[in-house]
């Protein structure tokens, strides 16, 4: 689906930079992620064997002049366990765009944190109340998506 964007990322327009970003990423400390984490390169999870970096630096070059997968990476952390989704940006895009998707499964439960209209310290506030509401927050310990 189309979406109204101030610029042409994740297009062909932009994949020019893929190299010269991955260069700029080499030189930057990557590690291997401790949790599993999806890309919007294909939605699926970063590799976090040995050796994987280079791996990951293809990825992240790759996904700028690349459609995003995010329907797909959401599928696959619901797949995986996840039923908590937290928005942490200038807006509720894709809080909304997570909801779209899964927000048909009681179990799920999709927030976001910041929000111009609602402010920083109100929104933030909310998102906190939904994570406690949801029975979070409660002092155990979180479950890992395995």
């Known amino acids: 689906m189309p979406l109204p964007v101030s610029h042409?990322?994740?297009?062909?327009?932009?994949?020019?930079?893929?190299?010269?970003?991955?260069?700029l990423l080499k030189r930057l400390h990557f590690e291997l992620p401790r949790f599993p984490v999806v890309g919007n390169l294909d939605g699926d999870f970063?590799?976090?064997?040995?050796?994987?970096?280079?791996?990951?630096?293809?990825?992240l070059a790759r996904q700028m002049g690349s459609p995003v997968r995010f329907v797909r990476g959401l599928r696959r952390l619901y797949d995986?366990?996840?039923?908590?989704?937290?928005?942490?940006?200038?807006k509720k895009?894709?809080?909304?765009?997570a909801y779209d998707v899964l927000g048909g499964d009681a179990d799920?439960?999709?927030?976001?944190?910041?929000?111009?209209?609602?402010?920083?310290?109100?929104?933030?506030n909310q998102a906190l109340c939904g994570l406690y509401a949801a029975g979070l927050g409660t002092g155990q310990?979180?479950?890992?998506v395995a």
């Open 8 to 23: 042409a990322f994740h297009t062909s327009i932009v994949a020019p930079m893929t190299q010269p970003l991955r260069t």
């Open 108 to 124: 799920v439960l999709s927030l976001f944190t910041n929000h111009p209209k609602f402010g920083d310290i109100a929104a933030f």
């Open 80 to 90: 995986a366990g996840a039923r908590v989704f937290v928005e942490v940006g200038p």
């Open 93 to 97: 895009a894709l809080q909304g765009f």
């Open 141 to 144: 310990a979180a479950a890992a």
């Open 46 to 59: 970063y590799p976090m064997g040995p050796g994987s970096v280079p791996e990951i630096l293809d990825i």
